[in-house]
Structures are given as C-alpha cells and as structure tokens.
C-alpha cells in the first residue's frame, strides 16, 4: 500500500492521523516500510497492523514513543505483553485493541515523570497496585500521571484517600446493577453485564463531577 492508502486506512479511527505523523513514527523507528523502486514507501498489512497498535496505544494510555518502542521490541521477539488471560501476538488486530499494556516499574515511573518516592507512597495508600510479576497496568499510569499534577498543588497521596474512598463507592453501585447478570454466567448476559457497567460508570462519573463542580463554583460565592 502506499502511505495514502495507510492513510485512508487508520483515519476512520484516528481522525487526527496524517501523513506527516506516519512519516515521523518511521523516523522514530515504529515502522520501517519497504521503498519501491523509484523510492516510494510500500507498506504491508503488518506495518499498518503496527502501526494501529501504536497509535492505540498512545492514545488511550498516552505512552511516550520510547516505551512504545520497547513494547514493540517486546513483540518482535515474541514476547507477552499481556500476563492475565491471553497472548498478544505482534501486531494483530487483538494486540492493537488490548488493553492489557503492562509497565515495569522503571517505565511507569517515566511515563508518569514521577519519583519513585510519590509511587511508592501511592502504593501505600492503595491508589496504585502492581499486577502479577511487578508490572503496571495503563490505570496505574493514570492514576499516577494525575497525582504527579495534584502534587504541584500541594496534594499529596495521603490527601486522596477521600478520593479512592468516593471511587470505590462509586464501584459498589455499579456492582449492585450488574452483579445478578454476571451471575447468569452465559456469553449474551455477560457482554449485556459489561455494557452496563460501562453506562452506570460513566454515569456516576458524570453526576460525581456535576456535583464537584457545582460545590467548587459556590466556593466564589
């Protein structure tokens, strides 16, 4: 495929994908298309496979290229990225859509550009917890990304504890609504559970940050 036809390809689910941005993930390394004779780039299946994995990848879990990178090193030698459940192979459509991007503990604490003090604090407050084998998971990265900026407020892990408290509530509801169709334990009623957990979680979300909001906004009153 040429890099017009890659374009057409990913812009469907990356809208802010360009030419430009392909051409610069080859200059990083991410990709290393084939050159026709004349010098044009010819791409195959497997680098738009890659390279939807690695715009997947930054995308929802805002990974900097060099982790990106290692991952994909990962897979070239047919590695696991994934530890819990299934294999991801390289570059398939299940390694791009996978949410199972696992971090050791040097590359967290890059990603998130925190001090390894600030995450084993996290960890102390169980705001942060390590998966199986010492690796972090893309909500672990999250949550210590947003305390790293709460921390140049003055808030400190042991401040959050009221916020995990109000997650974990929060958590419980949604256990209440979908716990009888887990319960069930067929394919329909699980894929029904996990949507429905999906829409009471955004739901409590949003009402959570209407009711912060409003409380914040009386602050000026």
């Not at 003090?117 to 996290?122: A, G, I, R, S, Y």
Request: aromatic share 4%.
């Amino acid at each position: 495929m040429s890099i017009g036809e890659v374009l057409a390809q990913l812009r469907p689910d990356f809208a802010d994908v360009s030419i430009s941005k392909i051409r610069f993930l080859e200059t990083e390394g991410l990709v290393e298309p084939q050159r026709s004779p004349s010098g044009y780039r010819r791409f195959s299946h497997d680098d738009v496979a890659r390279l939807r994995y690695v715009l997947t990848v930054q995308r929802d879990h805002y990974l900097p290229l060099r982790v990106i990178k290692e991952q994909l090193g990962q897979l070239d030698r047919g590695m696991e990225l994934v530890t819990e459940g299934s294999t991801v192979t390289p570059y398939t459509a299940a390694a791009a859509a996978s949410d199972e991007v696992l971090l050791p503990r040097a590359s967290l604490l890059e990603a998130a550009a925190i001090s390894d003090e600030l995450l084993t604090e996290l960890e102390s407050y169980g705001m942060v917890t390590a998966r199986r084998g010492g690796a972090y998971d893309a909500d672990a990265l999250l949550v210590a990304r947003t305390a790293a900026e709460l921390a140049q407020y003055g808030l400190q892990p042991r401040h959050l504890r009221s916020v995990r408290t109000a997650a974990e509530r929060q958590v419980g509801l949604v256990e209440q609504v979908v716990a009888p169709m887990f319960r069930q334990r067929s394919a329909d009623s699980r894929g029904r559970a996990e949507e429905t957990a999906a829409d009471v979680a955004r739901l409590t979300v949003r009402l959570h940050a209407a009711l912060v909001d409003a409380g914040t906004r009386r602050l000026s009153r």
